[in-house]
């Protein structure tokens, strides 16, 4: 377990070892009425800007038009945190995640242990939201930890024990992290993720396919523009 425990503490301290940075977020929102076979429904586009350990979108879009309102306002299928809330949560002690060594394997063409973990109701801080609903589900998942970093490089969670009254009964998000040079250093961010949620008792689902791209160092006269080709 020495490999987790570094993994642990590497994810401490991943916060502070963040310099201010903006990047470009590209969501693909998708639906199926098959479970599936997904039909593209719209692009949502944002600009990140992490500054003081916090992360803000700006210049929201939706199929390239202005929105004027926040990322949870704008309708339709949404979700944040992917920059850090995710991974600090997961190792946080308050947490308590359960870890069995589960394989080796690779993740962005590195070699990583992976560990599958279960997370308690009463632990959980993973919010789901719905439109007039919130839920904080138990989850169960998998980690992959390169094995000479031990940094985190993948992340699959899945809700689990979902009360009966929450109109979705799959949920289930996954995120990809790899190394990003910003400036004379190197970072590991997240650069892809997935969400889906499904219906209660129905084939409908709805997908988001999150890329984030042109990441850079942020400064107050950094300026950030977005450009869809």
């Known amino acids: ?58 210049d929201i879009k939706v199929n390239g038009k202005p929105v004027g309102k926040s990322m949870m306002e704008i309708g339709g299928s949404t979700s944040t945190g ?3 809330t995710i991974l600090i949560g997961l190792f946080h002690p308050a947490t308590a995640a359960d870890f069995q060594f589960s394989k080796n394997s690779t993740a962005s063409g590195r070699a990583a242990a992976v560990y599958d973990f279960e997370v308690e109701r009463q632990h ?33 969670m899945e809700a689990v024990a979902i009360p009966k009254g929450f109109p979705m ?9 790899a190394p990003v040079r910003l400036e004379a250093q190197t970072y590991l961010l997240p650069v892809h993720a997935e969400n889906l949620m499904c219906e209660r008792d129905s084939s409908a689902c709805s997908k988001n396919v999150i ?17 869809p080709k």
């Not at 590497?10 to 963040?18: D, K, N, Q, T, V």
């Not at 939201?129 to 980690?143: C, D, K, L, S, T």
């Open 1 to 58: 377990m020495a490999l987790l425990a570094q993994a642990r503490e590497a994810a401490g301290s991943f916060i502070e070892s963040l310099p201010n940075y903006l990047c470009q977020q590209v969501t693909t929102r998708s639906v199926s009425r098959s479970r599936d076979r997904f039909e593209a429904q719209d692009v949502v586009t944002a600009n990140v800007v992490y500054e003081n350990k916090q992360e803000s979108y700006r």
């Open 82 to 84: 992917e920059f850090g």
């Open 124 to 156: 959980s801080a993973w919010h789901v939201n719905v439109p007039g609903q919130e839920i904080i589900p138990a989850y169960r998942g998998a980690v992959w930890i390169d094995k000479e970093t031990a940094r985190v490089l993948r992340i699959e």
């Open 169 to 177: 009964d799959h949920i289930e998000t996954a995120v990809d992290y």
């Open 211 to 227: 890329d984030f791209r042109n990441y850079r160092k942020f400064s107050a006269d950094s300026k950030i523009v977005f450009d």
